[in-house]
């Protein structure tokens, strides 16, 4: 596609439901990356997958949290158990290998926003 | 590991004053160097980059050089707009880190007429 979509824009749910947020990355991107921001701070990295290899996982606050991606395409981002602590915006980001390396940078998608209730 | 340190913000500047929003960062291989923008209820947009030492990334009015000695990539603008109020964010991505970017907390720059 264009560009970086995710879905839901927006979703509120009850504490204790599990959610899933989902990121469609620009075609042919290799890496994407999951990263909240909690309302007034900055990014806080969750988790990257990069291409075959093995994701790295070390931001995922706790054993609730869990994502998965198919191949280079369609990333999720799973959520158990929701807590109100939960309560941000997901963004979701994508590059290719070309450019990560040349430093182009990422395609943001507009985030997906969790208010937990 | 790597690291990003930005200046807390908020910035209140009024309209045509200059601008400098500082970045410094931590990083154990060559990093390439980013500032983003985020717009009042919007995505984050890529404003500019630097890839090595030296580079000067420049767009819509802002500058920033990629500092080695100094391990800093401030960002400036000479002449500010209402425009411009946002949340700029500055980053590295690390080449020995699997590129995987790292963002500063972010400075919010609130501009008056």
């Known amino acids: 596609g264009a560009g970086v979509s995710q879905s839901p824009s927006n979703k509120v749910t009850e504490k204790g439901k599990d959610v899933e947020l989902r990121c469609d990355p620009i075609?042919?991107?290799?890496?994407l990356y999951w990263y909240r921001q909690r309302l007034g701070q900055g990014l806080e990295f969750l988790i990257y997958f990069q291409g075959n290899s093995a994701p790295d996982k070390s931001g995922l606050p706790s054993d609730r949290f869990s994502a998965e991606r198919t191949g280079e395409s369609v990333s999720t981002l799973t959520i158990q158990r929701t807590q109100q602590e939960d309560s941000a915006v997901y963004l979701c980001?994508?590059?290719?290998?070309?450019?990560?390396?040349?430093?182009?940078?990422?395609?943001f998608g507009s985030g997906t926003r969790l208010t937990v209730v | 590991g790597n690291s990003v340190t930005q200046m807390e913000g908020p910035v209140t500047l009024s309209e045509e004053a200059f601008l400098t929003i500082n970045c410094t960062y931590t990083a154990t291989g060559y990093p390439s160097l980013f500032w983003y923008v985020q717009y009042p209820g919007e995505g984050l947009q890529l404003l500019l980059k630097?890839?090595?030492?030296?580079d000067k990334g420049s767009n819509k009015g802002f500058e920033a050089t990629y500092r080695k000695e100094t391990t800093s990539f401030h960002l400036e603008k000479g002449s500010v707009q209402v425009s411009d109020s946002a949340v700029y964010f500055c980053?590295?991505?690390?080449?020995?880190?699997?590129?995987?970017?790292?963002f500063g907390g972010g400075t919010r720059l609130m501009v008056k007429p």
């Open positions: 075609s042919g991107h290799t890496a």
């Open positions: 980053a590295l991505s690390d080449n020995n880190a699997g590129n995987m970017l790292t």
């Open positions: 980001a994508s590059s290719s290998q070309s450019g990560t390396v040349l430093g182009y940078g990422y395609t």
């Open positions: 630097a890839t090595k030492a030296d």
